[in-house]
């Protein structure tokens, strides 16, 4: 549904007017590393990546210890394949907002879907 509404996306992110790539991005898993996947992958002319995790629940999103340690993983690969000099920018693309919780912080923007569902 992201890949759909990438331009409602940007909209929300206020970066209409930058020129960007969006892509989704796995690593498999091997004997060493777990596998991961991040969901979107919003990479930015300014030097900004938006690393994007949809999460669709009934309610507000609760991000906890689990999720936190997910995301510090994926940021971690994913600096191995982004210029050095990105900044990444974890954004939550979720129903209902995110809850406000111990690891709330972890996420620069949030994204619900009444942006998804707004015209641009």
Partial sequence: MCFNHIRQIKAALEISGVS???FLWSKKDNDEE??????LIIERKDNV??????KFY???????KECHFAL????????????????IHNTLI???????????????NI???DDLFRSV
Avoid: W
């Avoid at 777990?34 to 969901?39: A, H, K, L, V």
């Avoid at 009934?58 to 906890?64: I, L, M, N, P, S």
């Avoid at 979720?94 to 620069?108: I, M, P, V, W």
């Fill in 20 to 22: 960007t790539n969006e």
């Fill in 34 to 39: 777990e596998g991961t996947q991040i969901d």
């Fill in 49 to 54: 990546v938006n690393m994007c995790e949809a």
């Fill in 58 to 64: 009934g309610d507000e999103f609760v991000a906890d």
């Fill in 72 to 87: 510090v993983r994926r940021e971690r690969l994913l600096r191995e394949i982004i210029p050095k000099k990105a900044s």
């Fill in 94 to 108: 979720t129903t209902f907002g995110l809850k406000h919780a111990e690891y709330f912080s972890d996420f620069t």
């Fill in 111 to 113: 994204i619900t879907l």
